[in-house]
Every structure is written in structure tokens, then in C-alpha cells.
């Protein structure tokens, strides 16, 4: 198989992933970590990260000390997510990371 067979059969029927990852919906128990998430921690805000050439839309949750956590989802279901827990959501691309979260992870590092 040449180049531009990949190129073609790529563009034509992949989405990314080797497995096809790219498209996979959140699962019940990445919706259920991101309610304890929540529910665990003080003050929580969620921002709606955008689809990417290497990651799926995805929703990141951020505690009032900076502590985050990250789940693929829609943008629909962070929205609903957002309302069922009563959190703030924001678009990323429109208001940045929270200066906390760097600060965290900062701290955080391995």
C-alpha cells in the first residue's frame, strides 16, 4: 500500500485513533468520575475543551485549589453535566485555563 492509498483510505474511513478513539462518546464511568469530582471537591468549574486533531472534544474540571481532571465528551453532555451539578461552564478557546490549574499542576509535578 502506497502513500497516497494511506492518505486516502485515512481521509475516506479513519478518524485519528488507531482504535477508532477519536469517536467514542463519554462513558458512564467517565460521567460518573466527573460527578464525584464534583461532588468531592469545593467549587467546581468546568470548561469545554475543543475536538483537535490528536484528542476528542473533552470537558476539564477544576476545583477551587486548582486540582483538575479531564473526560471525553460532547459538548452537549458537558453542558448537561454543568447544569445537573449546578457548576459554571465555560468554552476554553474564549476564556483561557484558570491561572489555578497551571499553579496545581505546577506543584503537582511527577
Same mark, same amino acid.
Given at each position: #500500500?502506497?502513500?497516497?492509498? @494511506?492518505?486516502h483510505r485515512r481521509r475516506k474511513g479513519s478518524s485519528g485513533g488507531r482504535d477508532g478513539s477519536m469517536d467514542r462518546a463519554a462513558t458512564k464511568a467517565d460521567i460518573e468520575h466527573l460527578r464525584e469530582f464534583a461532588r468531592s471537591r469545593r467549587s467546581v468549574e468546568a470548561y469545554v475543551e475543543p475536538r483537535t486533531n490528536v484528542t476528542q472534544m473533552s470537558v476539564l474540571l477544576v476545583a477551587a485549589d486548582g486540582e483538575w481532571t479531564r473526560r @471525553?465528551?460532547?459538548?452537549?453532555?458537558a453542558k448537561q453535566l454543568a447544569a445537573d451539578l449546578k457548576i459554571p461552564v465555560y468554552d476554553v478557546q474564549r476564556?483561557?485555563?484558570?491561572?489555578? #490549574? @497551571?499553579?496545581?499542576?505546577a506543584r503537582n509535578k511527577p
Open positions: #500500500m502506497g502513500l497516497r492509498d @494511506r492518505l @471525553r465528551t460532547t459538548e452537549k453532555a476564556t483561557g485555563y484558570p491561572q489555578r #490549574m @497551571r499553579d496545581w499542576s
